[in-house]
């Protein structure tokens, strides 16, 4: 069965090949229509500071006066993650909002998500385009926030290859139109994020059992959104675009200029498979975390404290 399966395999990429050598390469494909224009990355850049700036105020000044009653630690930390969960519940929302504004639904369990890809480049509205705008603008902001201002945690490292690579995710899916595939990767990081930033506000707050509550349905929805569902949509990017032009050579025009969508389409794979190493990464600490929730005494997790503890709190 497996021989059989391999033998398909080949004679798939040996189709794929003879294809791309049918095909006339003859320039270009023409996407100027959909690159980042002028305006829009001096709106990426104002958006990216507006958002440092507002982090700063709310974070550093509002927040704190907000949780005064508490220590500097837990205020620090209290204001850091009511940042994070507005920041990513106005994200979810608008992710969300711009996915019911559109004409296409997609079955991310079908044999084919041909809903990604055709058509090819598919239209792009205005709403689409402010989206594209607020979440590269948040996530430059967020990057440079975590360099400048942030409290240095323990998988700093990983946050920031995180970021960098979300970054060229969503530059390279808007200037080569894989928006369709960005708005869904963005929206199944949302949901995630929004429950683990409420779950640890929560928790500093002292809302017992409640944050082990939401701790457990922050565990399952990171489980499903991004070791279930992101992979199969890297597959997805991987697979089913050679599937799609196997069925029918003319399809999107990537088998005519091949050269130039295999340049960005490694790219993006690239990037999608550091995301999801990471996302391995994180499962791993989450069930690390599981663990100490239930086999070690309530009282010493909250000694303990945060899975990501900071450097300052880990030479106390």
């Known amino acids: 069965m497996e021989s059989l399966y391999a033998h398909k395999i080949c004679l798939d990429v040996k189709s794929f090949i003879s294809v791309l050598r049918e095909q006339q390469y003859t320039s270009a494909p023409r996407l100027a229509d959909s690159a980042w224009k002028r305006q829009e990355l001096f709106l990426v850049l104002a958006v990216g500071f507006t958002v440092w700036l507002l982090r700063l105020v709310l974070q550093k000044i509002l927040f704190s006066k907000i949780f005064h009653k508490y220590s500097v630690r837990i ?114 990081h949302d949901a995630s994020d929004v429950l683990l930033y409420s779950t640890k506000c929560v928790y500093y707050l002292g809302y017992r059992p409640f944050d082990s509550i939401m701790f457990i349905a922050f565990a399952v929805v990171f489980y499903f959104t991004r070791l279930f569902v992101f992979p199969r949509i890297i597959w997805g990017v991987a697979v089913d675009v050679i599937r799609l032009i196997l069925r029918d050579h003319t399809f999107s025009g990537f088998a005519s200029y091949w050269p130039v969508h295999f340049s960005h389409y490694f790219v993006c794979l690239f990037a999608l498979s550091t995301l999801e190493i990471l996302h391995c990464f994180w499962f791993s600490l989450i069930l690390k975390m599981i663990g100490r929730v239930v086999f070690a005494s309530f009282e010493k997790l909250r000694e303990e404290g945060d899975i990501r503890s900071d450097d300052e709190d880990e030479s106390e």
């Open 75 to 188: 205020q620090r930390k209290l204001s850091e993650n009511l940042y994070y969960s507005i920041a990513y519940c106005l994200s979810f929302a608008c992710g969300l909002l711009t996915w019911t504004l559109e004409d296409w639904r997609i079955d991310l369990f079908g044999p084919l998500l041909v809903e990604l890809w055709s058509p090819y480049p598919p239209p792009l509205s205005t709403f689409f385009r402010c989206y594209y705008i607020l979440e590269l603008g948040y996530y430059l902001g967020s990057l440079a926030f975590l360099l400048l201002a942030d409290t240095k945690h323990s998988d700093f490292l990983e946050f920031f290859i995180h970021h960098v690579a979300t970054i060229l995710l969503v530059y390279i899916s808007y200037s080569f139109r894989y928006v369709r595939i960005g708005l869904v990767i963005l929206v199944l």
